[in-house]
């Protein structure tokens, strides 16, 4: 084994596409010496599961599987010149940046960055947050705990499912399965339109005739060793149970696919403050977090569709993370906070440095509240002033829509106050 | 030849546990059946965690005299058999002026059962709670009150009886008695042993401890017809502690049922909402509910109006197993007593039955109880020479310091390998379970002795993990391992092998 220091410019807590991009960009942009930490045998993170295609649409006009997208990370890394902690889980991130880890191979270790990029990615929301009625059988797993079964244990955890929840893991795994020679009888969905990608919906679940339910969920769990069934139930516009539309469907086993959450529990000890609609750090253009010289890249600031944008944010993270290692990083600029507004759930950056675009753009990434099935506008104003503007075909909550900031824009920018996003009819 | 036990305890819950681990100290031939995959699966298994202090108890009632005891005996065995517990006192929350006077009715109660409370000023329970609702019009403090582990406790105690000679059988039900044939005396006079699914057991005693059945055991001897257990169920909430982290143990005014819905810290800092009382029929359904699920919401904000829902991370539910004993001795009817007595009717029985809450915290004065009826009934108890009665518990990674775990982590590379993420719980903490006196051989096994998989991600990550380890300590394949026990297997096949 590669014998390695305790003093680091920038280290990345976290070797999945967030990680790898941000230590490839940390690496490329000046930092000497760069390290990424990962709980896993491999590098790759959760791509080394998503052994389906669609990876690298926007930045490569490819199709990959997420094991080859992840590969080419890997490869550049290597080639550039990062090191690696495999095995390795870290316990705790200090605010003046220590870092206390430990795995079987190297035992418990103390290091210390410059700058640190946080880029644990998400975990998956469990029964427990959806308060699923029922016992506790064996049979009720999240998606990628099935997805991991099968695509890297090689073991299939039921013959028959239900899988509760329109997201994208769930639906990949209802084609997975199907292909595995299992019976997926029915995706539910509690809400009036899909929760992941269309592309997702015509692809695992029309092409294999596996029934989406919308406006249904499951009303209880049956069954006390093993899933023996579930009772599935249609729901109204305020999500109540419509009496007379229960029906029992025999099953083995429940998939949840019922959405992701940020895992900060490593920012939160680093005294990183969190954003309660994103449950991520709140950021500045750059991927800062409120504590000097914490970053945070990728799904560990807002759950993104796209694995592409992903690795975006770990690009700017990994670069910023460098200067600030360097010592040339703005960390006083006259920030102008960025704000959610009509159909907006939210927005990041949640501030930015205006004279960042004098170098580059800066894209404004957001979620809508409601689905709109028609063209719509996607609008940045000061005020009533709109600064940019961008046409959309529509605009889904399952789908992230952006718009990027331009050198033009600079001026408005500066001047303005606050920084409104919204997503309206055209 | 066949040697008969001394004695056969039914049930492997906390007032079993106790009672195995205080009769192994005496020159007896044990037998300890349960009939799950492990022990600590019913009523212990999933509670409020309080050991509490006994105001509230009907005075006079056997309920009162064993939780006063027993609340005393926690911190003796709680350092002999090295599990958690702290005393840090429970507060009943008058929120309004309306509910004042009901704190001055307990107040009198503890005054009976001779338990020292006080009634603390709105100002007070605002400063030692902050986020208790700002209507608190004052509080009864109960200083003897505390938190305990329940899977904890339970486990110390049935590792130091087995450690001490007790033969632990799991997967062994109960099914019937074995009777002495006589020709003289009626043929179900005295007990020699018991029926199991496992074969036939001979013993000259057997203690019914079998919790929310033990209605049935004893019918089986014929005892006690009208006695009846109905389970209540109570579910609950555990709340993430990075995201709420309330102080102590509050409690609402209690209701005619019940304690009423509390919330309450844990000894792993995640506060817990819960519970409430539904009677159900059957002994085994623990599952949880929308309706009681909006009860606990709307109860627990009474006491704390922010807790929000987003930040719950695990619901569970758990059966009291309530009985219908009368007490002879209170003042005013009663029908809630426990059981603790050698029946005259028949030889060779110890009958627990009622054993719903203070039961935890009285379990281990109902063994006790249990030594002196066997000694009444002239076992002469000789205590054995080696008999230790201290257990030591097994190193728990998160509970170091950065120090401690690197040198733990240098002895033994193991414990430097995280499986739960959420909770930090290592491969050298599981492979120590599989391994201990009581074997732990199912996932939920796992997760009782080591908190795995009680996190914010409900073990997520750790389960594809912890089969792995099982299977391989185990000498299994994979698709054996189960969550707890045969029928609750995790996995079903290999890919590519399609049935």
Request: glycine fraction near 10%; hydrophobic fraction near 40%; charged fraction near 25%.
């Amino acid at each position: 084994m590669k014998s390695l220091k305790d003093n680091y410019d920038v280290i990345v807590i976290g070797a999945g596409p967030g990680g790898l991009a941000a230590a490839i960009a940390a690496k490329k942009n000046g930092a000497e010496d760069v390290l990424m930490i990962d709980r896993d045998l491999e590098l790759g993170g959760i791509l080394l599961q998503c052994i389906h295609n669609g990876f690298g649409v926007e930045i490569f006009k490819e199709d990959w599987p997420g094991p080859s997208y992840a590969q080419h990370f890997i490869n550049e890394a290597q080639e550039v010149g990062v090191d690696a902690m495999l095995d390795t889980m870290v316990l705790d991130v200090t605010p003046d940046r220590k870092v206390y880890a430990t795995g079987p191979g190297r035992g418990f270790v103390e290091l210390e960055g410059r700058a640190i990029v946080m880029a644990m990615g998400c975990r998956e929301r469990t029964r427990a947050q959806i308060k699923l009625p029922g016992p506790r059988p064996a049979g009720v797993y999240t998606a990628g705990l099935a997805q991991r079964w099968v695509n890297v244990e090689g073991y299939m955890p039921g013959k028959r499912f239900v899988i509760l929840g329109s997201g994208d893991i769930g639906m990949i795994m209802a084609r997975r399965l199907t292909f595995e020679g299992a019976k997926v009888e029915r995706v539910l969905e509690v809400l009036p339109y899909l929760s992941g990608l269309n592309r997702n919906y015509v692809q695992c679940l029309l092409d294999f005739d596996i029934p989406l339910q919308l406006q249904h969920t499951v009303k209880r769990i049956i069954g006390k060793d093993k899933v023996e069934a579930v009772e599935a139930v249609a729901v109204d516009d305020h999500w109540n149970f419509i009496p007379g539309s229960e029906e029992i469907i025999p099953c083995d086993t429940l998939l949840l696919s019922v959405g992701l959450i940020p895992e900060n529990e490593l920012s939160q000890k680093a005294g990183v403050a969190l954003d309660p609609v994103t449950n991520g750090p709140f950021v500045d253009d750059g991927f800062l977090t409120n504590v000097t010289g914490i970053f945070a890249a990728g799904n560990v600031v807002h759950v993104y569709d796209l694995v592409d944008w992903v690795t975006q944010a770990g690009l700017t993270a990994g670069k910023r993370a460098a200067q600030y290692a360097q010592g040339c990083y703005n960390v006083n600029p006259r920030y102008v906070p960025t704000a959610a507004g009509e159909n907006v759930r939210y927005v990041v950056p949640h501030k930015l440095d205006p004279e960042t675009l004098t170098e580059d753009g800066i894209m404004l990434q957001m979620r809508v509240t409601q689905p709109l099935e028609f063209p719509v506008r996607i609008e940045v104003r000061d005020g009533d002033t709109v600064i940019a503007k961008k046409a959309a075909r529509y605009a889904r909550p399952g789908e992230m829509v952006d718009i990027t900031l331009k050198g033009k824009d600079y001026d408005a920018v500066r001047q303005a106050r606050e920084l409104t996003a919204r997503v309206v009819a055209r | 030849m066949y040697q008969p036990y001394d004695v056969i305890i039914i049930g492997a819950g906390i007032v079993g546990a106790m009672t195995a681990r205080f009769l192994s100290r005496y020159a007896l031939k044990i037998l300890w059946i349960e009939k799950e995959s492990d022990i600590c699966t019913g009523t212990t298994g999933a509670n409020s965690a309080l050991v509490h202090g006994g105001y509230d108890a009907m005075p006079k009632s056997l309920k009162a005299e064993m939780n006063v005891r027993g609340n005393a005996m926690w911190d003796a065995l709680s350092e002999e058999l090295d599990f958690a517990f702290a005393r840090i006192g429970t507060h009943v929350v008058a929120i309004g002026e309306d509910e004042l006077p009901a704190l001055d009715e307990l107040k009198a109660r503890s005054d009976l059962n001779g338990v020292p409370t006080e009634i603390i000023a709105a100002e007070e329970m605002r400063r030692r709670e902050p986020l208790i609702n700002p209507e608190v019009s004052g509080a009864l403090f109960c200083p003897s009150g505390g938190i305990c582990d329940p899977w904890g406790a339970t486990i110390a105690a049935a590792e130091n009886a087995v450690q001490n000679g007790v033969e632990l059988r799991l997967n062994t039900e109960f099914q019937d008695f074995l009777w002495e044939p006589s020709k003289i005396q009626s043929p179900k006079s005295k007990i020699v042993g018991i029926r199991t699914n496992q074969g036939d057991f001979y013993g000259r005693w057997v203690v019914n401890a079998a919790g929310l059945f033990a209605d049935e055991v004893m019918h089986k001897a014929g005892l006690r017809p009208a006695f009846e257990i109905t389970p209540r169920r109570g579910e609950y909430y555990v709340m993430d502690r990075n995201q709420i982290q309330t102080q102590t143990v509050l409690f609402p005014v209690p209701t005619k049922v019940s304690k009423g819905i509390l919330v309450t810290t844990t000894l792993h800092g995640n506060t817990l909402v819960g519970p409430n009382a539904e009677e159900i029929d059957d002994k085994t359904d623990v599952a949880v509910t929308a309706a009681g699920m909006r009860e606990i919401w709307d109860g627990a904000r009474k006491l704390i109006p922010s807790l929000d829902a987003r930040h719950v991370i695990a619901v569970f539910a758990g059966l009291r197993a309530g009985g219908n004993a009368p007490c002879l001795d209170c003042d005013e009817a009663y029908h809630k007593d426990f059981i603790i007595e050698i029946p005259a009717q028949v030889q060779g029985l110890v009958n627990l039955g009622g054993m719903e809450s203070p039961a935890l915290t009285a379990a281990p004065a109902i063994a006790e109880r249990v030594v002196a009826l066997l000694r009444g009934a002239g076992e002469p108890l000789v205590e054995k020479a080696d008999w230790n009665p201290r257990r030591e518990a097994r190193p728990v990674f998160r509970h170091l310091d950065h120090a401690e775990q690197a040198a733990l982590v240098a002895r033994d590379p193991r414990y430097g390998h995280i499986i739960c993420r959420c909770e930090y719980v290592t491969e050298g903490e599981i492979v120590a379970e599989i391994h201990a006196p009581i074997p732990a051989t199912t996932y939920d096994a796992i997760k009782r002795r080591t908190w795995l998989g009680t996190g914010r991600c409900l073990g997520g990550f750790d389960m594809p993990r912890v089969v792995d380890i099982l299977a391989h300590e185990l000498g299994q394949d994979p698709l054996e391992i189960s969550k707890k026990g045969a029928g609750s297997e995790f996995l079903v096949r290999k890919t590519k092998e399609v049935a």
